[in-house]
């Protein structure tokens, strides 16, 4: 992520600033014997994949102002952890000015200087609630919000969101790469998974695949689900035993400098569908595919969302599975769509309208415990200016493709 990218991105966020407003933009804290992931709307603005630096603007009278703080170097430390961005490196890859480059033991003085004269300062201080202690972010806001009690602290997702939500060219391409890695993995596993391996293996081969195509982290923890796991929407333990006769659902997304894919497959591990399995699965299939060609700029996502159910609650109705419409949430409980970049659930709400360089997952599903199956299938979407276009396509779906991969595997 060079200076081309970021600096168009903090001219867009500081044009949106009012006289008298600063950013306040933390970097994520550096990482205890554990890998290092950057705080997304810090990299998004910086470019920069280093911990506990902070970016700065105000704009005043004149114009805005821009400043980066970063750690300073400690020869006695960097024997345990490595060499420093040094303020030149810093400069380079952001594009901030060299004069523009501070350490991190000059923010608080510096910050003085401008405190008096700012009204609100945004900043990334995540979510708050009144039975947790305050983030990190806003613990360190503290000394401003003791000393100026009349600087209004809101969060930055308010003025970062419309820019994040609509998508560049190069975020594009970044996004594709994690998906077109995450559909390598996906596609390993039906290659290599065997009854009575352990779902965590699965996971194993997935991550082997993405490590060795330069992926560093996972977008969200995997879900490796296997008969009744998979009707379990967000299981993580990845700790059973696959057994003959089972569906396994994997939900999994590489991420790829901080942008995430996030897609679902099911299949069989005995290499075909039964019947039953197969009847869930087209219903849920053929919803997807309905819904993922309505999308265009200008449809709500609320609108999607009550199409996928309508669909979905008829089709559990000729499974056999409810009586009436609306008890599809015994076996349906999730929206259809959230957008995706960044995070996995990327900035954005779920009543947006969606606009061209938006992008969304289309995740319709089917849970049966007392059946344990549990179906969803998921593709990441690109909104264009004259409809779609599904970024996941060419990562196999069809049932005949999926028992076609698995016969040859177990044949081999």
Request: proline share 4%.
């Amino acid at each position: 992520m060079t200076s081309e990218v970021t600096i168009p991105r903090r001219e867009k966020l500081l044009s949106t600033l009012k006289e008298k407003e600063a950013l306040i933009i933390f970097a994520a804290e550096e990482a205890k014997l554990e890998k290092f992931k950057q705080d997304n709307n810090f990299l998004y603005l910086t470019g920069l994949d280093i911990p506990e630096a902070i970016y700065f603007a105000f704009r005043g009278q004149n114009g805005a102002i821009e400043m980066l703080f970063i750690q300073r170097g400690d020869p006695e430390k960097e024997i345990w952890t490595g060499a420093k961005m040094t303020a030149e490196e810093a400069s380079q890859k952001c594009g901030l000015s060299l004069q523009k480059i501070h350490y991190l033991d000059e923010f608080l003085s510096i910050l003085s200087f401008y405190c008096p004269v700012i009204d609100k300062i945004w900043a990334n201080i995540g979510e708050q609630y009144l039975d947790k202690p305050p983030t990190m972010q806003l613990f360190r806001l503290s000394p401003i919000r003791e000393r100026y009690p009349n600087i209004i602290i809101e969060s930055i997702e308010t003025i970062i969101t419309p820019l994040r939500k609509i998508k560049s060219d190069w975020e594009i391409k970044q996004l594709q790469r994690a998906i077109d890695i995450t559909g390598k993995a996906i596609i390993d596993v039906l290659e290599k998974a065997e009854a009575l391996m352990m779902e965590y293996e699965l996971e194993a081969i997935m991550f082997y695949r993405m490590q060795s195509m330069g992926i560093k982290h996972w977008g969200f923890a995997p879900i490796i689900g296997t008969g009744i796991n998979a009707a379990t929407l967000h299981y993580e333990k990845n700790e059973c035993q696959i057994e003959n006769g089972d569906v396994i659902l994997m939900d999994v997304g590489a991420s790829y400098l901080n942008y995430s894919a996030d897609i679902t497959r099911c299949f069989p591990i005995n290499g075909s569908f039964t019947d039953r399995q197969k009847e869930v699965y087209e219903v849920v299939l053929d919803v997807q595919k309905r819904v993922i060609e309505m999308i265009k700029p200008g449809i709500e996502l609320l609108e999607l969302n009550q199409v996928a159910r309508d669909l979905l609650a008829k089709g559990a109705i000729e499974l056999g599975l409810i009586d009436r419409e609306e008890d599809i949430y015994k076996y349906y409980m999730h929206s259809i769509s959230h957008f995706l970049g960044m995070d996995t659930h990327d900035v954005g709400s779920r009543n947006a309208i969606l606009e061209t360089g938006n992008v969304i997952t289309v995740e319709p599903g089917i849970y049966i415990p007392e059946e344990k199956l549990g179906i969803r299938i998921e593709d990441d979407v690109l909104v264009t200016d004259t409809g779609y276009c599904v970024l996941s396509q060419h990562i196999p779906k069809e049932i005949s493709e999926i028992e076609e991969i698995r016969i040859k595997a177990m044949t081999k």
